[in-house]
C-alpha cells in the first residue's frame, strides 16, 4: 500500500457545480477491484470544446479519437476508464473506442463524435468494452452535478489523492465558475498536456477561442512539471464550456479583455492543477521548483531547466537532503545549451552557494544542508549570458519510486 | 559498503607491460582515507597523444588543460588523482592544474605541457595539490612496468571493480599491445569519452592518426553507454603511443591496411572498457542492450535507444524483473523522432511481444517474464519505417542506485 504523498492537500477543494455538466461514476472492474473506475460528464447542448494531447508518436486510440473528432467543435459527453490505457492496442483499441463512443452516443443522446473519450493505466492490454458497457449504461441513471470530487478519485491510478481546483471569475455582465479534475504521478513529463486532466466551464466560449487559451495556458503549467522525464502515450487535457453562466457570450478574440479575464483564471486553474499533479509525483518526499535565469533565450532557459529537473543524480541528492550543487553544474552542463562555466551562480533557496564558476567564500555546507531539509525547495541557477527566463517544477528521486515502478503490474 | 556488481569479471585480466610506459600509485588522502587515490603514469620520449573529451558546458579545470596541450600532440606523463574533479573550481581549479603539472614535469624532466591531467570525484570543492605535493613527487621513485592493475584501481570513485583491458594484434611486421583502464559508475553518458579512460599502446603512431582512430572508436564504445543519463564534468579518454614495439611506423593514413589492424584493436579494447564501465553502473543488477533497427535514419535510431535506455520507468520494470512493454512503446513513442506506431515491434531477447502496433497473439507474459529473469537482457525494437540501427548499452535503475546516490558525499 502506498503511503498518501505528503503534498496532499490538508482538505479537498470544495468543488461548486458548473451549470450544464452532469457526472457520475462506478466501479467497473476494469482493474482495479476495490474502488471507482470509470467516469461518464455529460454536457448541455451547445458546449463548445479544446483539447491538447500528448505528441508522443505512439499516442492512445483514445487520442486518436478526441483529435479526429475535436475539429467539430462541440461536445455533450465524456466517458474516461482508469486501469487500462487502451494504448498500443492497434486495430481492437481503435474499435473499442468506437464501441465505448456509441454506447455513450445512446445514453447521452447524441452523435458519437461528440463523446470525448480517455483511458488511463497499463499500455498494451487489450481494452473490451462489453466488459463494462452495463456499467457505463448505468451511469446515465446516477448523474449528478455534484459528482467532481467522486470523478477526481475515479481516474486515478497511481495517484495517492485525487485533483481537482476550481476558479470564480467576474467576467463584468456575470460570474464564471471554471473546476478542473486530473490525474497523474508517473509517466508525468506531459509533452502538450498531462496524463488526463479535464476542465469544465459554465462560461459561453467559442471553440476557437478557448482552444486558443488552452493551449496557451498549457506550456507554463502542465508542460512544467516533470516527475519522471518520461510522457506517457495518453496525455490528454480536454475543456468544456456549456455557456450556461449568466454572463454573456465572450468574443472569439484573444485580445478581448473578458477572454483575458477567462485565460488568467484558466491559467491559474491548470496551474494549481498541474502543481496537484507534481505534489503526487511517485515516491515523492520534496517538490523542487527549478528556476532558471540569463540563459541565451526562453527555449535554453527551458532545456536547462529540464536537464536539471530531470537528473537522477540531482534528484538523488535532494531525496538524500544533500546540497549537492556540483550535480546542478553538471546538469547545466549537458544541457548542451549556451553556458559560460564562469558566469554561473546557483542558489538553494536564498543561499547563494557558487558564483562565477566556483563556490562562493561565504558559503558554508549547513547552510545548504539547511534547506535541503524543507519539503519545498528552489533551486535558483542565473546563467549569465542572456535574459532567458524558465520555471520547471520537479520532485526527488526516491526508494519508493523504484518500489513503485519495479512493482507496478504485479 | 557497496556490493561489488554481479558483472564484475571473476578474476581481472592479466595486464602485459607496455614498453615505453611506467606506472605508480599511492594514498595521497585527498578524499579517502584508505585506498591509493594518485597515479602517475611516465611515458618514453617521441609518445604521441591523442584525446576525447566531455562536450559539458562546465568542463573541469583537468579537461581544459588536456585539450589546450593536446595541439603539441607529444606525452611523458600522466597524472589522475580520485575524490576531487577539480571541476567548477575557478581560477583556483586553473591554478591547481597547472601546479600539479609543474611538479609532474619536474619529476618527469619533461615540460609541463607534455604532462596530462585527470581528475574525478566530486564537484566543486576546490583541490589543494600542496596537500598531495609530496605523495606525487614520491611517485617518481616506485615506478614500474607492470603497474596496470594498481592504476586501474587508484582512479576509482563509485566503481565496485576496476576495469581494465589489454589486446595483442600483429601488424605484418611486429606485434603491438595496447592497455587500457577505465573508471566510472555513476553520472554516465558519456558525451565524447567516459568518465575516465586512458589507453597505451607501444605502436608507433603519428599523433593525428591516433586521434582520428580515437575520435571514430568512441561513438559505438563509450559513447554507447548510459547508466543514468546524466553527462559528467570530466569525462576523458587519452590514448598514448610510445612507439617501443618492433613494428614499424604506422603511416599517417587512416586507410592504410596496418592503421586498420590498429583501428580494430582499438575498437575492441574500447568496447570492453565501455562494457565493463556499463556493467558497473550504479546500482545495477540488470546489463541491457538496447537494439534498434528499421528507424529513419542512424541518428533517429540513437535517439530512440537512448530514450528507451535512459527511461526511468523501463529501467525500473527491468530492475523488477516485469516485461512491461508498454514502457517501451511509451520511451519510443516520447523520443520525438519519426515512428508509426502500427508498424513498431517489441522482442524480449528471441521472444516476439508485440508486433505491428499490438501484443503478438502468440505472446504470452510468462515467456516475457522468463527473459526478464536473465542478468542480461537484449530488448530489440524495430521501428519498421527505415533502415536506421543503434546499439545503447544501459543497466537497471535500483534501490541501490538511489541508495548510493543519496548519501554519496555523506
Redesign the interface.
Known amino acids: 500500500m502506498t503511503k498518501v504523498s505528503r503534498f496532499a492537500p490538508a482538505s479537498p477543494q470544495s468543488m461548486p457545480p458548473i451549470s450544464g455538466v452532469t457526472l457520475s461514476t462506478c466501479a467497473a472492474g476494469i482493474k482495479y477491484t476495490d474502488r471507482t473506475d470509470l467516469l461518464l460528464a455529460r454536457f448541455v447542448e451547445g458546449t463548445t470544446v479544446a483539447g491538447v494531447f500528448?505528441?508522443?508518436?505512439?499516442?492512445s486510440a483514445p487520442v486518436d479519437w478526441c483529435r479526429e473528432h475535436l475539429a467539430d467543435g462541440h461536445a455533450r459527453a465524456l466517458v474516461v476508464n482508469a486501469g487500462n490505457?487502451n494504448?498500443?492496442?492497434?486495430?481492437?483499441?481503435a474499435d473499442a473506442a468506437r464501441v465505448t463512443a456509441d454506447i455513450a452516443a445512446d445514453v447521452a443522446q447524441c452523435a458519437p463524435n461528440e463523446v470525448f473519450l480517455a483511458s488511463t493505466g497499463?499500455?498494451?492490454?487489450?481494452l473490451d468494452p462489453s466488459h463494462f458497457a452495463d456499467e457505463l449504461r448505468g451511469l446515465a441513471h446516477t448523474q449528478t452535478q455534484d459528482g467532481w470530487a467522486d470523478a477526481a478519485a475515479a481516474i486515478m491510478t497511481t495517484d495517492t489523492y485525487p485533483k481537482m481546483a476550481s476558479r470564480t471569475v467576474d467576467l463584468g455582465d456575470g460570474v464564471i465558475t471554471l473546476n478542473g479534475i486530473a490525474k497523474g504521478s508517473?509517466?508525468i513529463?506531459p509533452?502538450m498536456a498531462t496524463m488526463l486532466a479535464f476542465v469544465a466551464t459554465d462560461a459561453d466560449v467559442p471553440a476557437p477561442l478557448l482552444q486558443k487559451l488552452l493551449s496557451d495556458a498549457t506550456g507554463p503549467t502542465f508542460n512544467a512539471i516533470t516527475v519522471?522525464?518520461?510522457?506517457?502515450?495518453s496525455d490528454t487535457l480536454i475543456a468544456f464550456a456549456t455557456g450556461q453562466s449568466a454572463a454573456a457570450a465572450i468574443e472569439n478574440d484573444p485580445t478581448n479583455p473578458r477572454a483575458k479575464v477567462l485565460a488568467g483564471a484558466l491559467h491559474d486553474l491548470l496551474h494549481d492543477l498541474a502543481l496537484q499533479t507534481e505534489q503526487d509525483g511517485e515516491g515523492i518526499t520534496k517538490f523542487v521548483t527549478i528556476h532558471i535565469t540569463g540563459a541565451e533565450d526562453k527555449s535554453a532557459a527551458d532545456t536547462i531547466a529540464r536537464s536539471v529537473a530531470?537528473?537522477?543524480?540531482v534528484k538523488?541528492?535532494i531525496?538524500?537532503e544533500?546540497p549537492?550543487?556540483?550535480?546542478i553544474?553538471?546538469?547545466?552542463?549537458?544541457?548542451?545549451?549556451?553556458?559560460?562555466?564562469?558566469k554561473?551562480s546557483i542558489r538553494f533557496g536564498d543561499v547563494l552557494v557558487?558564483a562565477?564558476?566556483?563556490?562562493h567564500a561565504d558559503y558554508r555546507e549547513e547552510h545548504g544542508a539547511a534547506v535541503m531539509k524543507h519539503d519545498e525547495i528552489v533551486i535558483s541557477v542565473d546563467v549569465g549570458i542572456g535574459r532567458g527566463t524558465a520555471t520547471v517544477y520537479t520532485c526527488d528521486?526516491?526508494?519508493d519510486?523504484?518500489?513503485i515502478?519495479?512493482?507496478?503490474?504485479?
Open positions: 500528448t505528441r508522443s508518436r505512439c499516442a490505457a494504448a498500443f492496442t492497434g486495430q481492437r483499441g497499463v499500455i498494451g492490454e487489450p508517473g509517466m513529463a509533452d519522471d522525464s518520461d510522457t506517457s502515450t530531470n537528473s537522477p543524480l538523488t541528492a531525496a538524500g544533500d549537492n550543487w556540483g550535480r553544474v553538471m546538469a547545466v552542463g549537458k544541457a548542451g545549451e549556451k553556458a559560460d562555466r564562469d554561473l557558487a562565477e564558476g566556483e563556490r528521486l526516491t526508494h519510486y523504484v518500489s515502478n519495479a512493482d507496478y503490474r504485479s
